[in-house]
């Protein structure tokens, strides 16, 4: 038996490996990915009890439309190769699909989640359209039907425009890039809008509307930009970064662009509108000069003049005919007390004749001569009237009636009360 050496021996084995594998479809789940600096991407395929290492060589790896994730499930397409210098085989990866789900599919939905949480989509930093714009520019295929499309509609609706086209591919592996630098070029320049599309198509013929190169490019511009790609069905990343979305590249043109024939019927309408307002304001200032006018003469000199005099002679007749009412009543007053003197007189003065009587009555009555003298006299102190109660014991004092006068002396006081 041939001795062989640990080279020798690895060298047959792996002539053998990749000569049996030249193509095999793995299915399994990926672990532990390296993205190398070179673009080389390591990492291994397991099931429940095996694990295979794997390389995907640069030129292979760049040809991937989704990213690699931790435990995500792939069918790979490979060759079985020997390392020789570790004597460990592995799987040489051609392409890499996602089990049970297209790789253009997942493709899209990480880029859509990735830019959604970068804010790539935000409504609140969508730039509005200008309502006339005055030069916009079409990316898209000078070949293209959606070109004609384009210009179809922006002749029908608004002439005066200026439209630039750059022409772009708009599908292939080097679209993206032709599309993205058009966009940057085009954001330099004195654009109102910019117009990024293309007709339908497969979701592989579209697939440059959907890659990250484009988004960024449409996300920085400062221009406005519409995203008009396919049908109304289809959905790109590029519709989801773009200001405007447009179902298709004609709907685009009708968006950004007014309708000479609606602003026809608009400025005719604002006519109509304006010669309404003016007959309006005429007539409310005719109205107002009509009302100046008599009021001015209301209040004209001439006017004031025959106010006041109609005023004095209003006044001069009041005066007269109060003047009047007012001798008539007096008159009449001056009558009535020349006949109700005489006996408002007599009354008066007999009953002045009835009060002298009965005060003389009562002056007789109370004078102590006309009274019954006896057990009444008046008491007097140093000629003074006195009242009895301020005696006291001992005091002198006079007793008087009519006839007689008598010195007297307290000599014992008693109050009785």
Known sequence: MLTLSVSGLNEQIKTLLETSFTQVLVEGELSRITF???????????D?????????????????????EEGMKVVINAALTLY???????????????????????????????????????????????????????????TGAALQDMLRVANSRYKNIEIDIYDVLVQGDSAAGAIANAVIVADTKEYDILVVGRGGGSIEDLWAFNEEIVANAIFHAKTPVISAVGHEIDWLISDFVADVRAATPSAAMEICLPDTNELYQYIDSLSSQLEQFLKQKIYTKS????????????????????????????LKENFSQLMSFNLQGYEREHTRLKQQL???????????????TNLQKALESNNPKFKTKIGFAQLSQNAKVIDIATLSVGDEFEVQSDAVRINAKVMNKENIR
């Open 342 to 356: 005489p006996q408002a007189m007599q009354t008066q003065l007999s009953i002045a004749q009835t009060q002298i």
């Open 36 to 46: 190398h600096n070179s673009g080389h991407i390591y990492f291994t395929l397991k």
């Open 48 to 68: 429940s009890s095996s694990v295979l290492s794997c390389v995907m060589f640069r030129g292979n790896a760049s040809k991937l439309k989704f990213r690699l």
């Open 84 to 142: 020789k210098p570790r004597g460990s085989y592995q799987l040489n990866c051609f392409s890499i699909e996602p089990s049970g789900q297209g790789a253009l599919a997942l493709a899209y939905e990480q880029l859509k989640q990735k830019l959604s949480e970068q804010g790539y989509f935000n409504t609140e930093i969508k730039k509005t359209l200008p309502k006339f714009p005055k030069k916009i520019v079409l990316i898209t295929s000078a």
């Open 287 to 314: 109205q107002e000069l009509q009302h100046l006018k008599n009021s001015f003469k209301q209040h004209s000199v001439d006017k004031k003049l025959s106010q006041r005099e109609e005023e004095i002679k209003q």
